[in-house]
T-cell receptor
Framework: DAGVIQSPRHEVTEMGQEVTLRCKPISGHDYLFWYRQTMMRGLELLIY????????DSGMPEDRFSAKMPNASFSTLKIQPSEPRDSAVYFC?????????????FGPGTRLTVL | LAKTTQPISMDSYEGQEVNITCSHNNIATNDYITWYQQFPSQGPRFIIQ???TKVTNEVASLFIPADRKSSTLSLPRVSLSDTAVYYC????????????FGGGTRLMVKP
C-alpha cells in the first residue's frame, strides 16, 4: 500500500489566494482526518470524516476553511481567502478503528506558506 | 477528555534505555493509551497502544499500572535515529476524544 498520499507537498501562495490541499487515504480506511501543525500551536485536529461524512469540524478555525470528502478515496481542504497566519504544515491521516483503540496513518504533509 | 502531561524534553545517549512517562489522572474506563513518534518534516507515526498492564512490540514497550493514571513508554537501547518528538494520547476513539495531540516530549539522543 502506498500509504496516505497528499498533494502538493509544498505550496507557496500570496495572501488572498485560494488554496486547495488534497488527500488520498489508505484504501479501506473509513476515517479521514485533517490536522494543522505550527510551532506555536502544535498539532491541531481541524476536522474528521467517517464514511465520507464530516463528524466533527469544531477545529476548523474560520469560515475561510472548508473540507470535503466526495468519495472514499479523496478529500480536499480549501482555504479561501488565504492569510499569512495560515502558514503551517497540513497533515491528512486515515484510520480503520479496531475497538476503542485506533492507529492513525499520517501522510507526509503539505507545507503551506502564505506570503 | 483525559488530559495528558509529559516532559517537554529529554536527553539520552546511544545504547541507553529511555523511559518517557505520561500522566493522565482522569483517564476514563473506555480510554486507550497510544504513543506516536514524529521526526522532523514527517507526519506522526504510531508506535504502540495499550489498555492495561504491559504491551510490547518490536519497537517499544508500554507499561501501564493498575490504576491507569500514568503510562511509560520504554525504548530499549536507543540510537541517534530515535531522536524525535513522542506524543502520548489518551481516549476512546469512537467517542472522538483520542485525537488531541499535546506538546509531546522532544527526545534528543546523543552519541
Amino acid at each position: 500500500d502506498a500509504g496516505v498520499i497528499q498533494s502538493p507537498r509544498h505550496e507557496v501562495t500570496e495572501m488572498g489566494q485560494e488554496v486547495t490541499l488534497r488527500c488520498k487515504p489508505i484504501s479501506g480506511h473509513d476515517y479521514l482526518f485533517w490536522y494543522r501543525q505550527t510551532m506555536m500551536r502544535g498539532l491541531e485536529l481541524l476536522i474528521y470524516f467517517n464514511n465520507n461524512v464530516p463528524i466533527d469540524d469544531s477545529g476548523m478555525p474560520e469560515d475561510r476553511f472548508s473540507a470535503k470528502m466526495p468519495n472514499a478515496s479523496f478529500s480536499t481542504l480549501k482555504i479561501q481567502p488565504s492569510e499569512p497566519r495560515d502558514s503551517a504544515v497540513y497533515f491528512c491521516a486515515s484510520s480503520l478503528p479496531s475497538g476503542s483503540g485506533s492507529e492513525q496513518f499520517f501522510g507526509p504533509g503539505t507545507r503551506l506558506t502564505v506570503l | 477528555l483525559a488530559k495528558t502531561t509529559q516532559p517537554i524534553s529529554m536527553d539520552s545517549y546511544e545504547g541507553q534505555e529511555v523511559n518517557i512517562t505520561c500522566s493522565h489522572n482522569n483517564i476514563a474506563t473506555n480510554d486507550y493509551i497510544t504513543w506516536y513518534q514524529q521526526f522532523p518534516s514527517q507526519g506522526p507515526r504510531f508506535i504502540i497502544q495499550g489498555y492495561k498492564t504491559k504491551v510490547t512490540n518490536e519497537v517499544a514497550s508500554l507499561f501501564i499500572p493498575a490504576d491507569r493514571k500514568s503510562s511509560t513508554l520504554s525504548l530499549p537501547r536507543v540510537s541517534l535515529s530515535d531522536t524525535a518528538v513522542y506524543y502520548c494520547l489518551v481516549g476512546d476513539f469512537y467517542a472522538g476524544n483520542m485525537l488531541t495531540f499535546g506538546g509531546g516530549t522532544r527526545l534528543m539522543v546523543k552519541p
